[in-house]
């Protein structure tokens, strides 16, 4: 059960055991606290008793939560996990918090961006994007990210792969979807674990053909072209632990003429990756967050 928490919280030992002490001294500071107001009321216990007190602690919890968060150093996740019961009794549904990985250019993650940002400032936005995720230093994508205010993430080798995958860096950042576009690394398996169903990529191709290692970006068109295809595409898709493996969401096709080479077949498939990228996110997100 502490495991399953640890990742969904996105926390280590040492902050799961200050979490757990702060639900614990909350919860009994709260029960004090509400016996000595009630004892100001003058009423004997009784079904009335009962009910006030009820609804006293109710209303007393969150704030000696936060307060004995404040010692323990764990206000900050205290405010975020209060606003989720907030919303959920409320019926608020929130925006679901987006991290885009990318290594290049950034201009799916442009469009995805803007995507957002238009679907929100009309009201019928489900997502934002929050912060973007490049390993590469001095990549395009990072000055796209300065541009739009958009917090970034420059992650290490060593620590993606035989760390935690930067599991609760993301946790603690509120991430709750992360969003491939163009990233080269591989998604190591703690990663995957710790985002079931809520990882995504685009591939340049319609899978399974002209997928797997090592097939990325001009080689993909490359090989198309040289296998002589009337057609090709893209390919949205989960990801799981396998290259270019995950169920597949969406495809989109075009065609490919005699004239055709991997270059002009690029633009294709761009026009394609801008078209869909962004409104297929955005589809998936609203089945999400109505449930």
């Known amino acids: 059960m502490f495991e399953k928490l640890k990742q969904r919280w996105g926390v280590n030992g040492v902050q799961m055991l200050l979490i757990l002490c702060t639900f614990a001294l909350g919860g009994s500071?709260?029960?004090v606290a509400g016996r000595k107001l009630m004892g100001l009321t003058g009423?004997?216990?009784?079904?009335?008793?009962?009910?006030?007190?009820?609804?006293l602690i109710t209303l007393l919890w969150p704030f000696c939560v936060l307060l004995i968060s404040i010692p323990f150093g764990q206000f900050s996740f205290f405010i975020k996990y209060l606003a989720k019961i907030w919303n959920r009794m409320s019926g608020n549904k929130t925006k679901v918090s987006v991290a885009i990985f990318a290594s290049g250019a950034g201009s799916n993650a442009e469009k995805i961006i803007e995507h957002a940002m238009l679907a929100n400032k009309s009201g019928k936005g489900h997502y934002s994007?929050?912060?973007i995720v490049c390993n590469k230093p001095g990549a395009g994508?990072?000055?796209i990210a300065a541009r739009y205010g958009i917090e970034t993430l420059l992650i290490d080798k060593e620590q993606f792969f035989k760390g935690d995958g930067y599991v609760t860096k993301l946790k603690n950042l509120g991430i709750?979807?992360?969003?491939?576009?163009g990233f080269l690394w591989k998604v190591p398996t703690s990663l995957i674990r710790a985002y079931p169903d809520k990882i995504i990529n685009i591939h340049p191709a319609l899978l399974p053909g002209y997928g797997g290692k090592g097939m990325y970006g001009s080689k993909v068109?490359?090989?198309i072209i040289a296998a002589g295809d009337k057609e090709s595409g893209i390919t949205i898709h989960y990801v799981d632990e396998l290259y270019d493996h995950g169920s597949i969401i969406f495809q989109g096709r075009c065609a490919i003429d005699e004239k055709d080479t991997a270059e002009t077949?690029?633009?294709?498939?761009h026009v394609l990756e801008h078209r869909h990228y962004p409104?297929?996110?955005?589809?998936?997100?609203?089945m999400q967050n109505s449930r």
């Open 29 to 31: 500071l709260c029960g």
């Open 265 to 269: 077949l690029a633009q294709k498939i």
């Open 43 to 55: 009423l004997e216990n009784g079904v009335l008793w009962i009910l006030l007190y009820i609804v």
């Open 221 to 223: 068109h490359e090989a």
């Open 176 to 181: 709750q979807f992360i969003v491939l576009a």
């Open 141 to 143: 994508v990072l000055a």
């Open 129 to 131: 994007v929050d912060l």
């Open 279 to 286: 409104q297929v996110i955005e589809d998936l997100l609203k």
